[in-house]
């Protein structure tokens, strides 16, 4: 049974930093693309980074240079490095991985349970 286990978030003061980590755990043939997502009270789920199995990134434009996403293939972990935080990303951020298991074979994606960050002005 795959599994993603986040970490890292909390409460900080705009203008702070938070690093959220996200491990896959279960019987994996390859993980293959990984993602942030945040969804804020009242709005819609947003992406928010994704990196490929390359190690080619995006970004929505309202982090693009604050937030960093990088991914430790040997810890099968994906990490949100965000800097010069403020009150607008306060959301509930999830990670999730396009994983082949080696059950299923095929690719699906698994989501993680989600982590609280909240940024105080």
């Known amino acids: 049974q795959v599994q993603l286990v986040e970490s890292g978030g909390g409460l900080v003061q705009a203008g702070g930093s938070l690093r959220l980590s996200c491990a896959v755990s279960?019987?994996?043939?390859?993980?293959?693309?990984r993602r942030w997502y945040r969804q804020a009270t009242g709005k819609q789920r947003e992406l928010v980074a994704a990196?490929?199995?390359?190690?080619?990134?995006i970004y929505t434009n309202s982090v693009k240079g604050r937030f960093t996403i990088s991914r430790d293939n040997a810890k099968n972990t994906v990490y949100l490095q965000m800097n010069s935080l403020k009150p607008e990303d306060t959301a509930v951020y999830y990670c999730?991985?396009?994983?082949?298991?080696?059950?299923?074979?095929?690719?699906?994606?698994?989501w993680g349970q989600g982590t609280q960050v909240t940024v105080s002005s």
């Open positions: 279960g019987s994996i043939f390859s993980i293959n693309g």
């Open positions: 999730a991985a396009d994983i082949i298991t080696l059950a299923r074979g095929g690719q699906r994606t698994y």
């Open positions: 990196i490929t199995s390359g190690g080619s990134t």
